[in-house]
């Protein structure tokens, strides 16, 4: 039985965070159930350049060619998708990405809504006492989406802004999107090797 995970993608600014953690996800030989939402693919045109095409098959198709995966590893699942199997505690994967993370999205989940697939996909996770990681992208925080936060937390949900560290000395963006994705992969047990962890390769100074 091939792993499985949901990867939700939202309108937060981040897409860059999203698309790193779908190729890892690939790389790392899951199934990946992919929900975009409508916002999210206006931040793929705006952060990436990137025209994320409609409907559910043109959308596999797309992201499969995008992080190379393999034939119908990727199954990407439409909002109002109430059939498919993310929707139900009898079929949906154990563990669940939000990355992005929008604080509306963030909302909704914290109250129970589940109003389109991705916060119905949520709710099975956390009802089914399964691995559920969002990742804000937001700042400041308001006392709102802290008490958000908190309500999930409560709930078991692992709390993961997108605040990448500077101790593995960035260079790039690249490489500060790495942090972020690797963090989130540690946290599902899936091995990566974009950055060493703490205690590893760093040095006390004059060494």
Sequence with gaps: MPKSITLAITGASGAPYALKLLKQLVAADYHIFLLISSAARVVFATEEGLKVPSGSDNGATFFTEYANAKPE????????????????????????????????????????????????????????????????????????????????????VTIMPASPGFYHNPKSIDDLIDFVVARILDHIGAEQTLVSRWGYDQKPNGS
């Design 73 to 156: 590893q990727i199954t990407v699942c439409g909002k109002e998708e109430w059939f498919s199997p993310v929707a139900s505690g009898s079929a949906a994967p154990k563990q669940m990405i939000i990355c992005p993370c929008s604080t509306g999205t963030l909302s909704s989940i914290a109250v129970g809504a589940c109003d389109n697939l991705i916060e119905r996909a949520a709710d099975v996770v956390i009802k089914e006492r399964g691995q559920l990681i969002v990742v804000p992208r937001e700042m400041p925080f308001s006392s709102l989406h802290l008490q958000n936060m908190l309500t999930l937390s409560n709930l078991g």
